[in-house]
């Protein structure tokens, strides 16, 4: 069974930096892409960053250009998000996804694995 497992969330201040992890397991296949989105209350599920597992090839969006960047360490089997200059609305549950088939890497309807999120929380 395949499991996506998020960490590194928490309370930061305005301004301050988090780096989430996403490590998978339980897969004996090549993930076609992992992801990162968001989903704050009341609001939909975003897109934040993606990187293509074969080509390295990476996604963002006007949002987190420049702040977020995504990372991914092969051996480990573990996709990172670097955070910079949060601000409170970047507070949200952040979730890891990991698509296993070709599809659009910025949509998450491509993704069908996901972690079960991480909590991150900034202070004004």
């Known amino acids: 069974q395949v499991h996506l497992v998020e960490s590194g969330g928490g309370l930061v201040e305005t301004g301050g930096s988090l780096r989430l992890s996403c490590t998978s397991s339980g897969h004996t296949f090549s993930w076609y892409a992992m992801a990162w989105f968001r989903q704050a209350p009341g609001k939909e599920r975003e897109f934040l960053s993606a990187t293509l597992w074969n080509s390295r090839s990476t996604f963002g969006t006007s949002t987190t250009n420049g702040r977020f960047a995504i990372s991914r360490d092969n051996a480990k089997n573990t996709v990172y998000l670097q955070m910079s200059s949060l601000k409170p609305e970047d507070s949200a549950i952040y979730y890891c996804?990991?698509?296993?088939?070709?599809?659009?890497?910025?949509?998450?309807?491509?993704?069908?694995?996901w972690g079960q999120g991480t909590q991150v929380t900034v202070s004004s």
């Open positions: 996804a990991g698509a296993s088939v070709p599809g659009m890497a910025t949509a998450a309807a491509t993704y069908n694995y």
